[in-house]
């Protein structure tokens, strides 16, 4: 069993930076995945980032390739979300999540991931 908890949201404007934190307590095997997904209100929820453990393999979405870096700190069983330049359609309540098996790639489909925090909140104003 993982336990996934959130930090890092806050408010920022238009450029702005944030980084969040996703601290894990429970074992995450060699090759799961590790995710930080978005939700909107009224929108359906997002793939962001994901990062491969063991390879430290990495993939975004588009609309935030080259601002958003994912990161892991193994030794603080910790996940990162690094978001720059961001912008207002970045504003949404975002969650860490991890998979419950280990998985040859790692995707943005929410469907691969079983364990989810509980989020937290960017908001990003013009």
């Known amino acids: 069993q993982v336990q996934l908890v959130e930090s890092g949201g806050g408010s920022v404007q238009a450029g702005g930076s944030l980084r969040l934190s996703c601290a894990a307590s429970?074992?995450?095997?060699?090759?799961?995945?590790l995710g930080w997904f978005r939700q909107a209100p009224g929108k359906e929820r997002e793939g962001v980032a994901v990062?491969?453990?063991?390879?430290?393999?990495?993939y975004y979405a588009e609309s935030v390739k080259g601002r958003f870096t994912v990161s892991r700190d193994n030794a603080k069983n910790t996940l990162y979300l690094e978001m720059n330049s961001l912008k207002p359609e970045d504003a949404a309540m975002y969650y860490c999540?991890?998979?419950?098996?280990?998985?040859?790639?790692?995707?943005?489909?929410?469907?691969?991931?079983?364990?989810w925090g509980q989020g937290t909140l960017v908001t990003v104003s013009s």
């Open positions: 999540a991890a998979s419950s098996r280990w998985r040859p790639l790692c995707r943005l489909d929410s469907y691969e991931y079983g364990y």
């Open positions: 429970g074992p995450v095997g060699s090759g799961y995945c």
């Open positions: 990062y491969r453990t063991a390879s430290t393999t990495t």
